[in-house]
């Protein structure tokens, strides 16, 4: 990561996918260093599976460049690609044991090699003795770790993992993450996932890439997307976001200011950012809200919600204007008396650093 | 009082026993009769105003005859294997042709595959028989096939073909080919691509896709299949009357000449058994095979 030097484990040029008259995946250039653990994130339909099947080979794109470790991909049919895919079915060949599964992809070893990488395959999965059990006696957390080591057998230089957590339960589903991370980690093969879920795309992947209708619109780790988003789609996507129209009026020092319908307010610019004098929208996320600051903007409380670790408010300004604040419920509950909580009805002044202020394109 | 839904459930069996298993012990009784010039042709009837007297007559005048004269008789024999082996042999050409065909089918655009189920459909429009006398004027000597190979100067005499059992091979695999073709076809359909995908993914060429995965997984429309051609094609008589030559042994035929020629239902009736006997054999098989789905192999 950020090894320019060094040719990447996966590189796309420019990669396009046209179906018809719709476009899939516009134009999506992307490097990824040999370990990553890549999440390509956006809602169903964004382009992001069938990213996934023209690296595997499923598809063909129609413009662009697909390299690993410097070899291009273009031509090659799915099985002579150094990739592997785990599908979001899983795909498992319901004729064959779980030990016929694993060993599909290992046709060049000889039998006591290739039962003996299944028994080292399936110990990595935690699922010892599992060999000869067929694949229709198996919970649906046992075939995952069936169709992930399936996957992983051919040491592929990069695994594709379309939405592999998916069809599990939410439970199993915190749980498999630890584990698929901890085992990325520990192979140190190179993961790129597709979700659909922000949270998991947050707690797995070393750099989150945001598909948007086809293009990728923002890549960078978590923390990065969360605090500063490109645009308003990556904002709303990693959490809740109060996004306020406005339009640039001029500077204070290293802020901006724009002009809102309730007051002008200063913020941090964002790459992305209008120009002066141009609409923009601010985001401004519910819990970098303080409440009652001595000066600021005026508003009135409409809606208190009590969600037991932070309490979720709701505010109307002087022009209309309704944002979303969330604080720890904690203050709320200890030692306070009644009329010390905010009701509705209340009339208090917001507080909203322009550190918390980002400046998006409108 | 029965249900009215138990009621329904009794339609099936009261039309099985009414209409098969009625007939089957009619035949059954018939061919351990003897032939007599006689109506109904063959003896012994049983005589029900003697009573039980009648009974025990009617049971001691039953015999198996009939079927020693089908063991004995190496025309039978001859017939029951030649029956077999055409239909075995045709039923393996049938599994080569409707394979490619199915898979293909399965394999088109989606949008085209009721258009390609109805074309294998179509020829059904059309009679049997009729189909099956195209076919005399496609094989034989001046005919079609010949007169074209004669032209393109593939051959350099009028082909032989009509008459053989190369003619009744050629017309058992056109006129069943829809019965192996759509079975697997329906089977091949509802595979889930992803199953495919996933071997290519793992390495394997476009053939052991196929040999490992598709073909493992359509086994059962293959067996249903063969077992539809199969079945017919044994006791086929149509086909090996027109397109076969005079010579031509299959039971269908041998059946039709005793009972319309010789007028020896007792006899024509044990070939039904007999043929009714080979062919529960393949169906237990099939019935075996199936109750364990997808066993075979790794």
């Known amino acids: 990561m950020g090894d320019t030097g060094s040719v990447p484990r996966l590189g796309l040029e420019g990669v396009t996918k046209r179906f018809g008259d719709g476009v899939a995946v516009a134009d999506v250039s992307l490097a990824l260093a040999a370990g990553e653990f890549f999440c390509l994130l956006g809602p169903s339909g964004c382009g992001k599976s069938t990213l996934l099947r023209l690296i595997a080979g499923f598809e063909t794109p129609s413009t662009g460049l697909i390299r690993v470790d410097g070899l291009d991909l273009a031509g090659l049919p799915p099985h002579r690609r150094p990739v592997n895919m785990m599908f979001q079915?899983?795909?498992?060949?319901?004729?064959?044991?779980?030990?016929?599964?694993?060993?599909?992809?290992?046709?060049?070893?000889?039998?006591?090699?290739?039962?003996?990488?299944?028994?080292?395959?399936?110990?990595?999965?935690?699922?010892?003795?599992?060999?000869?059990?067929?694949?229709?006696?198996?919970?649906?957390?046992?075939?995952?770790?069936?169709?992930?080591?399936?996957?992983?057998?051919?040491?592929?230089?990069?695994?594709?993992?379309?939405e592999p957590l998916g069809a599990l339960d939410r439970g199993l589903r915190e749980e498999t993450q630890g584990e698929l991370r901890a085992l990325q980690r520990r192979l140190g093969t190179t993961f790129v996932m597709v979700t659909h879920d922000p949270g998991e795309a947050m707690a797995l992947a070393d750099r989150i890439g945001v598909m948007d209708r086809g293009r990728l619109v923002q890549v960078g780790d978590a923390a990065t997307l969360y605090e500063r988003p490109a645009t308003r789609f990556v904002a709303g996507l990693l959490g809740d976001v109060n996004l306020i129209p406005g339009r640039i009026t001029g500077r204070d020092g290293e802020w901006i200011v724009v002009e809102t319908g309730f007051g002008p307010l200063r913020a941090s610019a964002s790459e992305s950012a209008p120009g002066e004098g141009e609409a923009a929208t601010l985001a401004l996320r519910p819990e970098r809200i303080g409440m009652d600051a001595s000066e600021g903007p005026a508003g009135t409380i409409t809606e208190v919600?009590?969600?037991?670790?932070?309490?979720?408010?709701?505010?109307?300004?002087?022009?209309?204007?309704?944002?979303?604040?969330?604080?720890?419920?904690?203050?709320?509950?200890?030692?306070?008396?009644?009329?010390?909580?905010?009701?509705?009805?209340?009339?208090?002044?917001?507080?909203?650093a322009p550190e918390a202020c980002r400046i998006l394109p409108p | 009082m029965i249900r009215p839904a138990r009621l329904l459930a009794l339609v099936p069996a009261l039309w099985l026993g009414a209409f098969v298993l009625l007939p089957g012990l009619i035949i059954l009784k018939i061919s351990l009769s003897s032939a007599a010039t006689a109506q109904p042709p063959y003896l012994p009837v049983l005589d029900w105003s003697a009573g039980l007297e009648g009974w025990s007559s009617f049971l001691e005048?039953?015999?198996?005859?009939?079927?020693?004269?089908?063991?004995?008789?190496?025309?039978?024999?001859?017939?029951?294997?030649?029956?077999l082996a055409l239909a075995g042999l045709a039923t393996l050409i049938l599994a080569l042709i409707g394979t490619p065909i199915a898979h293909a089918m399965a394999r088109a655009p989606e949008r085209a595959q009721p258009l390609l189920v109805a074309l294998v459909i179509v020829p059904f429009w059309t009679s049997f028989l009729i189909r099956i006398y195209a076919w005399i004027a496609i094989l034989k000597p001046e005919g079609l096939l010949s007169g074209a190979l004669?032209?393109?100067?593939?051959?350099?005499?009028?082909?032989?073909?009509?008459?053989?059992?190369?003619?009744?091979?050629?017309?058992?695999?056109?006129?069943?080919?829809?019965?192996?073709?759509?079975?697997?076809?329906?089977?091949?359909?509802?595979?889930?691509?992803?199953?495919?995908e996933a071997a290519a993914d793992l390495g394997a060429s476009p053939a052991r896709v196929f040999w490992s995965v598709t073909l493992p997984l359509a086994r059962l429309g293959l067996m249903a299949g063969a077992l539809l051609c199969f079945v017919p094609m044994v006791g086929e008589f149509i086909i090996p009357d027109l397109l076969g030559g005079s010579d031509t042994l299959m039971l269908g035929r041998v059946l039709w000449s005793e009972f319309f020629s010789n007028r020896d239902w007792p006899l024509a009736s044990a070939v039904a058994i007999l043929m009714l006997a080979l062919l529960v054999v393949p169906m237990v098989l099939l019935r075996d095979s199936g109750a364990r789905p997808g066993e075979a192999g790794r």
């Open chain 2, 150 to 196: 004669l032209r393109l100067g593939l051959v350099d005499r009028p082909l032989e073909v009509l008459g053989t059992q190369g003619a009744i091979l050629i017309g058992l695999t056109y006129a069943y080919l829809p019965f192996m073709v759509l079975p697997l076809y329906a089977v091949m359909a509802r595979l889930d691509p992803h199953l495919r």
């Open chain 1, 89 to 162: 079915s899983y795909a498992l060949f319901p004729h064959k044991t779980v030990a016929g599964n694993i060993a599909y992809g290992l046709d060049g070893l000889s039998r006591t090699d290739r039962s003996a990488r299944v028994k080292t395959l399936l110990a990595r999965v935690r699922l010892e003795n599992f060999e000869d059990r067929r694949i229709e006696t198996l919970s649906g957390g046992q075939r995952q770790r069936v169709a992930l080591a399936r996957a992983l057998a051919r040491e592929p230089g990069v695994l594709l993992l379309d």
């Open chain 2, 61 to 83: 005048a039953l015999d198996f005859t009939n079927f020693e004269t089908l063991l004995s008789d190496t025309l039978y024999r001859d017939a029951a294997l030649s029956s």
């Open chain 1, 305 to 352: 919600t009590y969600l037991g670790v932070r309490v979720r408010s709701q505010v109307r300004m002087n022009d209309g204007t309704l944002l979303r604040v969330s604080t720890p419920a904690a203050s709320h509950a200890f030692g306070l008396q009644a009329r010390d909580l905010h009701g509705p009805g209340d009339t208090i002044r917001l507080d909203l």
